[in-house]
């Protein structure tokens, strides 16, 4: 099984270029979870931020690096398939799960960007009072159709690209004041909450939803499941190429979400909500372009984000089964049937980042690249004992306390019901 494998890579020569990889692996990390960052520093303080957004980001290269070097010892190209050498049938089926959950989780946030922006979109165009009775089911029939439509992934990061642009330009124009909030956003829940320094940026802070915060950058990084299938179509791939690739990818995905929640929290400050886009005006003519760019880009992604959810579930459900249209066209209905009811019923944006971020998103981060590294990579090669792997077994602790931790915050939150000025 193992030459199979070596072999099957070996034989594969990929043909993208270093510039490309880099472009395609910056695809994969950027998501939904940008729209929450300004949220994620309102809650936590600019200094408090910036701290953890860079150990989130340095972390996310160590987890590529374990994956990398598992990889090149068994030439296993695919994360499903690390689980498989690893435990075998079990750990094939458990990394397809939460891969499957996490990309679930992906899809039901572009859904709600979709819900929560289009009637907006809708009203601006068609230049509607704010107050119209604009149904959203609107935006769920739209949002059960686009899992049809194709995409193109260089449009929708040059879509993001635009969103950056905008949200620093906004910052220079925009006053942060009751009345400006009020009018421009009809936000009355976060001013009737807000204090005197509600316009005052602060360097930390600790509430009830700093629990999200965490979850919500781990959100915004996953990009593991697709790290392997970059580096097999890498041309002349190797370990330290496709390191390479993966830090100034993630040196430029960080860039632009530090970016954005430093300028997005220092337009509204505390009374930044959980989707950044809903604090602007309805009838900016720039943040209307901005919302069909965003919207544009999430209707383009969420295909990208179906193809691997019906794959584990063929492979799941039907792993012996020749391909058929009726199963292929029945699966993605009721995958998208059941996602469109998952964002109907949960109120709030946030909730989605934290659930995955604390679930999925560290399971694909910490725990699951560092198992591998232990169980696959031989004792002959490193011992158990040795510094590396004694590094991975520390970095899988720590996966599992931040799992933990996170989902009993985020429990405690949701169970206590308690609601700052921020992101409601």
């Not at 910490?366 to 004992?385: A, H, N, R, T």
């Amino acid at each position: 099984c193992k030459n199979t494998y070596i072999c099957c890579s070996c034989l594969f020569e990929g043909k993208t270029s270093f510039q490309m990889s880099i472009f395609n692996l910056s695809n994969a990390i950027m998501g939904s979870g940008i729209l929450g960052l300004a949220y994620a520093m309102a809650n936590t303080g600019i200094i408090l931020f910036v701290i953890l957004l860079i150990l989130i980001a340095l972390l996310s290269a160590y987890s590529i690096h374990l994956l990398l070097k598992t990889a090149g010892v068994v030439g296993i190209r695919a994360y499903e398939q690390l689980g498989y050498r690893a435990f075998g049938p079990p750990g094939k089926i458990l990394a397809a799960c939460i891969i499957t959950l996490h990309n679930i989780g992906a899809m039901s946030s572009y859904l709600f960007i979709v819900k929560i922006e289009l009637p907006y979109i809708i009203q601006g165009l068609m230049e509607l009072p704010e107050n119209s009775t604009m149904n959203m089911h609107l935006s769920y029939i739209h949002a059960f159709i686009l899992g049809y439509l194709g995409y193109t992934s260089g449009f929708s990061l040059s879509c993001m690209v635009f969103f950056l642009i905008s949200v620093i330009y906004k910052k220079f124009v925009t006053e942060c004041s009751l009345e400006h909030s009020y009018n421009e956003t009809g936000v009355t829940e976060s001013i009737n909450n807000s204090t005197d320094d509600t316009c005052e940026a602060k360097f930390v802070t600790i509430n009830p939803q700093t629990a999200f915060t965490i979850p919500i950058m781990a959100f915004a990084f996953v990009c593991h499941p697709e790290v392997l299938p970059i580096y097999t179509e890498l041309k002349t791939p190797n370990k330290t190429r496709m390191q390479n690739v993966a830090n100034i990818s993630i040196l430029a995905m960080f860039v632009m979400y530090l970016l954005t929640a430093i300028f997005g929290y220092l337009t509204f400050y505390g009374n930044v909500k959980s989707e950044l886009l809903e604090m602007y005006s309805k009838k900016d003519t720039l943040m209307l372009c901005v919302r069909l760019a965003v919207l544009i880009a999430v209707t383009l992604t969420v295909p990208v984000v179906l193809f691997p959810i019906r794959r584990a579930v063929l492979q799941l459900l039907f792993p012996d089964k020749p391909f058929h249209w009726v199963r292929h066209i029945s699966i993605a209905v009721c995958l998208l049937f059941l996602v469109n009811l998952l964002v109907i019923f949960v109120p709030n944006i946030r909730d989605i980042f934290g659930f995955i971020g604390a679930t999925s998103a560290p399971s694909l981060i910490f725990i699951l690249p560092g198992i591998f590294y232990i169980c696959i990579v031989p004792e002959e090669q490193e011992p158990l004992k040795s510094r590396p792997k004694i590094q991975a077994l520390v970095f899988v602790t720590l996966g599992f306390i931040f799992m933990i931790m996170s989902i009993t915050f985020i429990m405690i939150e949701w169970v206590t019901g308690k609601k700052t000025s921020g992101g409601h």
